[in-house]
């Protein structure tokens, strides 16, 4: 072991001097600040040391570590400095005679692995908070303008995300850091103008950074007021099957280019922005398809027709969801059929299931149009198609043929299974339908009966499902609504409008069930409009009723 040695008439270091273990750097220094000894470890990684200078010249950057380490009673901490770009630990160790060792650690490796360490913990938390950010939004539009923000504040001086939509236009958003938002323009761009690019858009992999020569950038490329362009990453946003867009990271002239670890967070950023964009468009062609198909799920909306009142109203079994098992048509008179047809039923089950099945049996009865007025017919051919149906479902219904004569109105009632109608006249009666029948989809044959009446102006017929006599409430919420509490409702709509009845009857029992679950609800009303002019309010003009 090679040691230098000051002179003898300075300190000389006791035996606990820690010299003599090992090959390692150490420099022992007195309590003036003069170099006792150095070993030529610490003289290979300090050049310019030498025993028996003062440590103020040849080591200045610890001389103030040595003298105020001196003047403590207690053992002084290590200090760090970096020696011709290596990162050097210097730990003291005193001695007897106040001389102090100071053991010299080449640290440059180790603070390298911890600044990468550091790096990849802040890209990683980086990308966790981006994947938070970006799942918590299905909208398209958000997701794109999110991902455009999330990279500007993290990534690059700016950043544009360039999203393909139909007729070769593209939807970009731009944001530049410290911005407060994205902005998003619609607009056609020529992908040829900026390299990689177009491959980009496709879904090829990126080309480096620096084979992209950030003057040959088109003006579109840079947001106002950026300044000049000094490096450009561009890279693809993968989705689902096919690529989500592209993402494009600027930085400024004179900020330096993009490293190779850069551009690989900015890749693995532009996964998760493509992912969370292609799930979003997913969700909104897939909302698109479902809003398309519920449109001609749902009831449709019911007016005067052939001098005839009517009104419906519907609710489905959960808030959520907008069809179910209920529904009702008015299908107008055909060639032959002598009259209109209304239609309530109910599906047996809730929910998407059994809309769709409700859709099967309204496509059915309108190929069985030209039946209309020969009810028991029509019930049997509609009960041989579904008798014949993979789904073990069955509905009932209630038919009805409406016909205007004169004032009145001829009434021809068909029930299948179903709650026969309530027919509210004028004074204030109510009576019930004398039609019954056997549900239809759940036996081979079948049998019903048609009961025949007819509407004075100011009269209705009531049709409604079971959901509204079965909806359970009242004080303890067990009881049901029931037929003598709808009858009592009904008879107070005597003389009322058919919407205004619809609105009653539905209203009373949404009250009576109050937050209690309920089967879907459907209500029909066909009336007899007044023939008379109600008087104004100053008895001059036409009233609400007019024939």
């Known amino acids: 072991?090679?040691?230098?040695?000051?002179?003898?008439?300075?300190?000389?270091?006791?035996?606990?001097?820690?010299?003599?273990?090992?090959?390692?750097?150490?420099?022992?220094?007195?309590?003036?600040?003069?170099?006792?000894?150095?070993?030529?470890?610490?003289?290979?990684?300090?050049?310019?040391?030498?025993?028996?200078?003062?440590?103020?010249?040849?080591?200045?950057?610890?001389?103030?570590?040595?003298?105020?380490?001196?003047?403590?009673?207690?053992?002084?901490?290590?200090?760090?400095?970096?020696?011709?770009?290596?990162?050097?630990?210097?730990?003291?160790?005193?001695?007897?005679?106040?001389?102090?060792?100071?053991?010299?650690?080449?640290?440059?490796?180790?603070?390298?692995?911890?600044?990468?360490?550091?790096?990849?913990?802040?890209?990683?938390?980086?990308?966790?908070?981006?994947?938070?950010?970006?799942?918590?939004?299905?909208?398209?539009?958000?997701?794109?303008?999110?991902?455009?923000?999330?990279?500007?504040?993290?990534?690059?001086?700016?950043?544009?995300?360039?999203?393909?939509?139909?007729?070769?236009?593209?939807?970009?958003?731009?944001?530049?850091?410290?911005?407060?938002?994205?902005?998003?323009?619609?607009?056609?761009?020529?992908?040829?103008?900026?390299?990689?690019?177009?491959?980009?858009l496709q879904g090829f992999p990126p080309v480096p950074s620096r084979w992209i020569d950030p003057a040959l950038a088109p003006a579109w490329l840079a947001p106002d007021g950026f300044g000049e362009i000094g490096s450009v990453v561009v890279t693809p946003l993968p989705g689902h099957g096919v690529p989500a867009g592209a993402l494009v990271l600027l930085r400024r002239a004179g900020s330096g280019p993009f490293s190779e670890g850069e551009e690989t967070t900015a890749r693995e950023f532009a996964t998760r922005a493509g992912l969370a964009m292609s799930a979003a468009r997913m969700f909104a062609d897939q909302a698109s398809i479902t809003d398309t198909l519920m449109r001609e799920l749902l009831p449709p909306t019911l007016q005067h027709l052939h001098g005839v009142e009517f009104a419906g109203g519907y609710r489905p079994s959960q808030d959520h969801e907008r069809v179910g098992g209920d529904f009702y048509d008015v299908h107008p008179a055909v060639e032959g059929s002598g009259g209109t047809l209304a239609v309530l039923g109910d599906v047996c089950g809730k929910g998407l299931e059994a809309a769709v099945f409700t859709g099967k049996i309204r496509s059915a009865l309108q190929a069985l149009l030209p039946l209309a007025e020969d009810h028991p017919r029509l019930l049997r051919l509609l009960n041989d198609a579904l008798i014949t149906d993979a789904h073990a479902r069955f509905v009932t219904m209630v038919l009805a043929s409406v016909t205007r004569r004169g004032a009145d109105i001829r009434l021809r009632l068909t029930c299948a299974g179903h709650p026969p109608p309530l027919i509210i006249r004028a004074d204030g009666r109510v009576e019930e339908a004398a039609t019954h029948g056997t549900l239809i989809g759940a036996l081979p044959s079948i049998e019903s009966t048609t009961f025949t009446t007819a509407l004075a102006p100011g009269e209705t017929c009531l049709l409604y499902t079971d959901g509204i006599t079965e909806a359970q409430g009242g004080p303890l919420g067990r009881d049901m609504f029931?037929?003598?509490?709808?009858?009592?409702?009904?008879?107070?709509?005597?003389?009322?409008?058919?919407?205004?009845?619809?609105?009653?009857?539905?209203?009373?029992?949404?009250?009576?069930?109050?937050?209690?679950?309920?089967?879907?609800?459907?209500?029909?009303?066909?009336?007899?409009p007044h023939t008379h002019h109600l008087a104004a309010v100053d008895g001059r003009g036409p009233g609400r009723f007019t024939a």
């Open 1 to 200: 072991m090679s040691v230098v040695r000051a002179s003898a008439s300075e300190p000389t270091p006791t035996t606990d001097t820690p010299r003599d273990a090992g090959g390692a750097a150490a420099l022992t220094v007195s309590p003036s600040g003069l170099v006792l000894e150095a070993r030529q470890s610490a003289a290979a990684l300090l050049p310019q040391l030498r025993a028996g200078e003062p440590l103020a010249q040849v080591v200045p950057w610890l001389a103030p570590a040595h003298d105020a380490a001196c003047g403590r009673a207690e053992a002084p901490g290590p200090v760090c400095d970096v020696v011709d770009g290596r990162a050097v630990d210097a730990r003291p160790v005193r001695h007897g005679d106040g001389s102090i060792t100071w053991w010299l650690i080449d640290v440059t490796v180790v603070r390298s692995l911890r600044d990468e360490l550091r790096l990849e913990q802040a890209r990683a938390s980086f990308l966790a908070e981006a994947s938070a950010a970006l799942l918590g939004s299905l909208n398209v539009l958000r997701c794109i303008e999110i991902s455009a923000d999330l990279a500007a504040s993290r990534l690059a001086d700016a950043a544009l995300v360039i999203a393909p939509e139909t007729r070769g236009r593209c939807q970009v958003a731009s944001a530049v850091t410290g911005t407060r938002t994205a902005r998003t323009v619609l607009r056609r761009i020529d992908t040829e103008q900026l390299p990689g690019l177009a491959e980009a």
């Open 482 to 528: 029931g037929e003598d509490r709808l009858r009592r409702v009904a008879a107070e709509c005597a003389g009322m409008p058919a919407e205004a009845v619809v609105e009653r009857v539905q209203m009373v029992a949404a009250q009576w069930a109050g937050r209690n679950s309920h089967d879907d609800m459907a209500v029909m009303a066909v009336t007899a």
